[in-house]
């Protein structure tokens, strides 16, 4: 049983392109979480979605960030604009419900150049 | 406002001896309690975790020990094996798994285990 996948591991980008960072849960997972870490900090809850629904978004920053979990396919974590404070791990996380405990990917390491 | 903390980011103990990491949080509406461990480059491993209506869980050499009245829970792992070199984070949640809102990570306590 594949763990949770998160593509790219590392990604590269300049100020103000786009990154995109994907994430595939578990198999029988239906809950994705994503979280960012910064150097030296614990990680950070950002957005937690079910299948083609936000359900808590109170950690996105207010712009330039969105999350989807289409019906079919990865969860997509899109940052526009990005600029050097975006540098951080994303990593991303499932669970097969809300009450079940979460299971970490093995993050994409975005640094904005 | 650091709702989860970990007070000691590093923690030294001889191999087969007991290591204890500690944490403390703030927020008396958490109801559910984690650890996972960490490797360089890798995904947080979920280890072992504690419902508020407990005081201690126990896994192989793990245990998690839970005081509500002074919003303070520890991992104790015995015997510390060198496999067991790790960062260390606590985490916490309104509910089981993490609910609508996530789950709340302390910094973490790196752990090297001595041989």
């Known amino acids: 049983n594949a763990g949770v996948m998160q593509n790219p591991r590392h990604l590269v980008r300049r100020r103000g392109q786009e990154a995109r960072l994907r994430c595939s849960p578990m198999?029988?997972?239906?809950?994705v979480y994503w979280y960012r870490q910064l150097p030296e900090e614990g990680l950070k809850f950002m957005v937690y979605?079910?299948?083609?629904?936000?359900?808590?978004e109170s950690g996105m920053p207010k712009e330039r960030f969105s999350a989807e979990f289409p019906k079919e396919g990865p969860s997509i974590l899109r940052i526009q604009q990005v600029v050097r404070g975006d540098s951080a791990a994303y990593f991303c996380?499932?669970?097969?419900?809300?009450?079940?405990?979460?299971?970490f990917g093995p993050g994409t390491r975005l640094t904005v150049t | 406002d650091q709702q989860v903390k970990q007070n000691s980011p590093s923690l030294s103990v001889q191999e087969g001896r007991i290591s204890i990491l500690n944490c403390d949080y703030t927020?008396?509406?958490?109801?559910?309690f984690l650890w996972y461990k960490k490797y360089p480059a890798e995904g947080p491993t979920f280890l072992i975790s504690?419902?508020?209506?407990?005081d201690k869980n126990e896994d192989g050499r793990f245990t998690v020990f839970l005081n509500k009245s002074a919003k303070h829970l520890s991992l104790h792992i015995v015997p510390s094996q060198p496999g067991d070199s790790a960062v260390y984070f606590c985490?916490?949640?309104?509910?089981?798994?993490?609910?609508?809102?996530?789950?709340?990570f302390g910094k973490g306590t790196h752990l090297i285990i001595q041989p």
């Open positions: 996380a499932s669970s097969r419900t809300s009450l079940y405990e979460q299971y």
């Open positions: 198999k029988g997972h239906s809950h």
């Open positions: 979605l079910q299948k083609e629904n936000i359900i808590d």
């Open positions: 927020n008396s509406m958490f109801d559910y």
């Open positions: 504690i419902s508020s209506i407990k």
């Open positions: 985490a916490a949640s309104l509910g089981p798994g993490g609910g609508a809102d996530g789950l709340t």
